[in-house]
């Protein structure tokens, strides 16, 4: 029998982190991450990278106009920051006393 394979990308960051973004126009900002798209490897970032969008009048929205909205930022250019130290740090993974993987953080080797 052969065996399946999980094909989501394992990630660094978990919805409700604090970031930092390392790159692009929203650079050294801070945020948290709302949500994340998987399949895409992106993620939406409270307060930050922020696009306008035109809305069409529509029953809802009368008037239409144009509406700024957070947009998403490859995952790539996010750092989760310790809260320890409340740097931006690098993140790995390990097995915890259960045998279940936990990340942590690589400079104070804590979870």
């Known amino acids: 029998m052969e065996r399946k394979k999980n094909k989501q990308p394992k990630l660094h960051l978990k919805t409700g ?28 970032v409270e307060g930050l990278n922020f696009v306008k969008r035109h809305i069409k009048p529509s029953a809802q929205n009368p008037e239409g106009g144009i509406v700024k909205k957070e947009a998403t930022i490859h ?30 953080f690589k400079k104070t080797k804590r979870s």
């Open 17 to 44: 982190d604090k970031v930092l973004v390392i790159a692009g126009d929203s650079k050294d900002g801070i945020g948290k991450v709302l949500s994340i798209d998987m399949e895409k490897s992106r993620a939406i």
């Open 75 to 104: 995952i790539s250019n996010l750092m989760v920051i310790n809260p320890e130290t409340g740097k931006a740090a690098r993140t790995g993974r390990r097995a915890n006393a259960k045998g279940k993987l936990e990340r942590f």
